[in-house]
């Protein structure tokens, strides 16, 4: 590879192609919907039954839920602001955080 160099101040556009800077190769689609709505985590299309657990970073558990009948489920989120949290159930796990 040849290296090419030129003056910060000369750039116009930058772009960089095929990179994956968190190396992570993407999750495969469930068909389960997650929602961040207010003070509230929505879950629809799960199995029922399925169990989704909120934790904190550091891996206390801050609330729990099992989805109902129809692959539903609603968690309260109110009072955690300003952080991140994971969710986890038995298929995904993810972050989000709630401003």
Known sequence: MDEVSYPSADVLKLTYVNVNPTNINGIER???????????????NAVPGTRVFVYTVDGTLLTSSTTDTQGCSTLPIAGMSGSVYVVKTSSVTFKIRKL
């Open 30 to 44: 469930s068909g389960t919907l997650y929602s961040l709505i207010g003070d509230e985590l929505k879950i629809a």
